[in-house]
């Protein structure tokens, strides 16, 4: 269940004035059942990569590899590729097109040969996963709140039972309380079904609470693919990049530089409480001897 | 497969014959078409065939790019063509059933064949040195004299330049709408008429919705800018003639002239 990218280039509009790379000598290879968080600026090429992922855009040079096999190679089926790696596209709820809720989520599962009675169970599975109560299911989508309508267009792809999940931009537009829910429904995936997921974003700060590893793009091509602390030891260039670290961790540095003894790659509030807790009680207990 | 419509589409670049007033463009594009309806010989067309080339040419536009425009109305222009071949009468050259095919049907549909390629070629060279705000700007100015008979121009202008404006926008959106339903095994590709016709409805409904959520949104903010229409609205780049413009005029004058002449002397 693994993805693997070898030296993927791809350039957008080949043979005319407007020609230009898109992604450039791109290498990588996920683990399974992987937390990754995809960041970089606006023109980064983030949306461009994942959608070689499932084989929506033909890669210019290079290749991918899913379960090790050449995803272009004879006896592929595309159509397969896209039921094992889920993508959801940035605000996904603008391709809500069904009567009511359950039929749209249905839509997946059908296209990929499975009966109705089976297409019902496995949209009922998803709906449920993505936290949609059955009240909703015979309604309208266009009726939904914008978070509701969100959560059903992302159950219409994890209705499809994929095995790598990819995101892009899931919290994009939603205000916090539908943020948080979007974010901890990926969360609470990634824990009961082990997929593993891609999840592009624009904000360190959701990248650092829930990735295992975090791809940093910059013009098309990869520059760090690690774990967050060490990406956001590279705050200084993340910033020439137009990106920056979340803002725990300048905070962070900051106490570094007053000669406080604190780690200065932590990326989370909660962590960050541990470390200056830990300081603090150490201090206690010093000026009590 | 969507982008390859190069129709009405802007081709960015700085030639002479991008920085020509668009009212020149238009006009000449005008007397351009006109002229391939004058005349009907042979030499003509070769010579405006010549003139076409040499303004593809200037305009530093990749031929390429011409052509792949060409395919897209490449069925209207079979079509056009075998109308002319088979049904039009005069002395048989050769028969296979019902069909026949006359010497006069053969001139016609080459002549038609090339009319229809030089026009679209022609038409579509003035849109893709134009940008569609140029057009439109100059449209509304050489129709000017239209508002004393009480025509909106401007209204007409505006909505034309904000229909062109969104063409490239709605086919990004299908083309964005079309992945995000192949990622869920949607198929556009396969099966007979009706499977096709059905699997179009997962695409046509979302991409009505943005339409209308599109419109909605920017007659919004064009009345939050308090548009009022045309009456008393300035320019913030009128539109002057320069030195290039009149010398453009003068050459598709002479061009006219020309191809004018062939039509009596006989050429």
């Known amino acids: ?289 | 497969m969507l982008r390859d419509i190069t129709i009405g589409q802007y081709y960015p670049s700085d030639s002479l014959i991008h920085r020509l007033d668009p009212r020149v463009k238009l006009a000449s594009t005008m007397l351009f078409l006109i002229s391939l309806f004058i005349t009907g010989s042979i030499a003509a067309y070769i010579f405006a065939g010549l003139v076409l080339l040499l303004v593809i040419r200037i305009s530093r536009i990749p031929v390429k790019f011409i052509v792949k425009g060409l395919k897209a109305v490449f069925i209207l222009l079979l079509i056009s063509v075998s109308f002319n071949l088979f049904l039009t009468p005069g002395e048989v050259i050769f028969k296979l059933g019902f069909l026949h095919i006359t010497r006069e049907g053969v001139r016609i549909a080459v002549f038609m064949a090339v009319r229809l390629i030089y026009l679209i070629i022609g038409s579509s060279l003035m849109t893709l040195t134009t940008t569609p705000n140029e057009l439109t700007d100059g449209l509304e100015k050489s129709l000017g004299f239209l508002n004393k008979a009480h025509i909106p121009v401007h209204e007409i202008a505006m909505m034309m330049s904000i229909a062109l404006r969104f063409i490239p926008i709605l086919i990004e959106e299908t083309d964005k709408i079309m992945k995000a339903q192949m990622a869920r095994g949607a198929d556009f590709d396969t099966g007979g008429l009706m499977d096709r016709a059905k699997a179009m409805v997962p695409l046509l409904v979302p991409l009505f919705l943005s339409a209308f959520r599109r419109a909605a949104d920017l007659a919004q903010a064009m009345e939050a800018r308090c548009y009022h229409g045309g009456e008393g609205r300035t320019k913030l780049k009128p539109l002057r003639y320069k030195r290039r413009d009149y010398i453009a005029y003068f050459t598709v004058a002479i061009y006219f002239i020309i191809m004018l002449s062939t039509r009596f002397i006989g050429i």
């Open chain 1, 1 to 289: 269940m693994s993805l693997r990218v070898e030296n993927l280039s791809y350039i957008y509009q080949a043979g005319t004035a407007m020609e230009s790379y898109a992604l450039r000598d791109i290498s990588f290879e996920t683990r399974e059942g992987e937390f990754i968080g995809l960041i970089g600026h606006t023109g980064s090429g983030k949306s461009t990569l994942i959608q070689h992922l499932n084989g929506l855009i033909k890669p210019t040079e290079g290749h991918i590899f899913y379960n090790d096999r050449d995803i272009y190679s004879e006896g592929m089926s595309l159509k397969e590729l896209r039921q094992k790696v889920g993508l959801v596209f940035q605000y996904p709820e603008y391709q809500l097109f069904e009567t009511d809720v359950i039929t749209d989520v249905k839509f997946g599962p059908k296209n990929m040969g499975l009966s109705d009675s089976e297409a019902e169970e496995a949209a009922k599975r998803a709906l449920e996963l993505s936290g949609i109560g059955e009240e909703f299911y015979k309604r309208s989508p266009f009726e939904l709140s914008g978070g509701q309508k969100r959560r059903v267009a992302i159950a219409g792809v994890l209705a499809m039972d994929p095995e790598v999940l990819i995101l892009d931009e899931p919290a994009a537009g939603l205000d916090p309380l539908g943020k948080n829910e979007i974010l901890s429904t990926i969360e609470r995936l990634h824990h009961e079904r082990k997929n593993t997921i891609i999840m592009v974003s624009h904000s360190m700060e959701d990248v650092a609470e829930y990735a295992d590893r975090i791809m940093v793009l910059d013009s098309g091509r990869l520059v760090y693919f690690d774990e967050p602390k060490v990406v956001f030891r590279h705050y200084e260039e993340l910033e020439k990049m137009g990106l920056s670290a979340p803002q725990i961790t300048y905070l962070m540095g900051d106490l570094k530089k007053r000669g406080l003894d604190v780690d200065d790659s932590i990326g989370t509030v909660e962590a960050a409480k541990a470390e200056i807790l830990m300081l603090w009680k150490g201090k206690q207990k010093y000026n009590k001897e």
